[in-house]
C-alpha cells in the first residue's frame, strides 16, 4: 500500500500537485468530489483506518508535533464502540481539534430542509445553528455531496462569516448510500490551511461517520 507523504510537509504542496487534485472555482474555492461514500462490504472507520500510519503528523508550533494517525486511532475505537450518537460525534469534535490548524469544528446533521448544528468544538459557539441547504460554504457541500475546501474564504461570497478570525474553511459531507446525512465543517484561522491530506483524512473521518448516523 502506497505511504502516504508526511503531513507536517503538507502546506508545502505545490499549487500545481494540489490543482491535479481538485477542481479550481472563480474566485478561489476548491472542490473535490469524494470518491469514497459507503462501501459494500464496509463497516465504517474501522475497515478505513487498515491504513493508519500513512497520514503522518503536522507541526504544531510549540506544542510539538501532533499525528494524525495517533487521532485516527482515537476516533476508530469512539466510532466503533456503540456508544450514544451525541457522545461520539462530540468526541469527534474534541479529537479533530487537536489538529493544530483546525480551528473549530462542528458536524452538522441534515434536518429536512436544513443543516443542524449537532456538535462542535472551538473557541466560541456559532450563531449559524441552522442553515438552509444550498446556502453558504456548508449548504453548497451537502448539494454538491462533494467536498469543498475554501482557501480563502473572504475570496467566496458564499462563505457565511461566523468568527473574524477564519480565514479557510474545508466542508466534507456525510453520505449513506449516496445520499448526504450530514457534513464535518472545520474553519482554520490560517490561510490555504487544507491541504490533499486533511481532504483524504476527514474523508475517511465521514466514512465512518456514516455509520452512526
Not at 35 to 51: E, F, I, N, Q, T
Not at 93 to 119: D, F, M
Not at 136 to 150: D, F, L, M, P, Q
Request: charged share 25%; proline share 5%.
Amino acid at each position: 500500500m502506497e505511504k502516504w507523504r508526511d503531513a507536517g510537509m503538507m502546506h508545502n504542496d505545490s499549487q500545481a500537485a494540489y490543482r491535479d487534485r481538485v477542481r479550481v472555482a472563480p474566485g478561489g474555492p476548491l472542490r473535490q468530489r469524494n470518491p469514497y461514500g459507503r462501501r459494500p462490504g464496509w463497516s465504517g472507520l474501522g475497515d478505513a483506518m487498515k491504513g493508519v500510519g500513512k497520514f503522518g503528523e503536522v507541526l504544531a508550533g510549540e506544542k510539538g508535533k501532533v499525528s494524525y494517525d495517533a487521532v485516527a486511532e482515537r476516533l476508530d475505537k469512539i466510532i466503533s464502540s456503540g456508544s450514544q450518537k451525541k457522545a461520539i460525534t462530540d468526541f469527534v469534535c474534541r479529537e479533530l481539534r487537536k489538529i493544530p490548524h483546525y480551528t473549530w469544528v462542528g458536524i452538522y446533521e441534515v434536518q429536512g430542509n436544513e443543516l443542524a448544528l449537532t456538535s462542535w468544538s472551538g473557541p466560541s459557539a456559532t450563531q449559524h445553528v441552522r442553515i438552509p441547504v444550498g446556502q453558504g460554504i456548508c449548504g453548497a457541500a451537502v448539494t454538491a455531496k462533494e467536498t469543498v475546501v475554501v482557501p480563502d474564504v473572504s475570496r467566496d461570497p458564499r462563505y457565511l462569516q461566523c468568527f473574524l478570525n477564519t480565514n479557510s474553511e474545508i466542508v466534507v459531507p456525510i453520505l449513506k448510500e449516496g445520499v448526504a446525512v450530514a457534513e464535518i465543517d472545520i474553519d482554520s484561522d490560517q490561510l490555504g490551511a487544507f491541504g490533499p491530506t486533511d481532504t483524504e483524512f476527514l474523508t475517511w473521518v465521514a466514512g465512518g461517520l456514516a455509520g452512526i448516523l
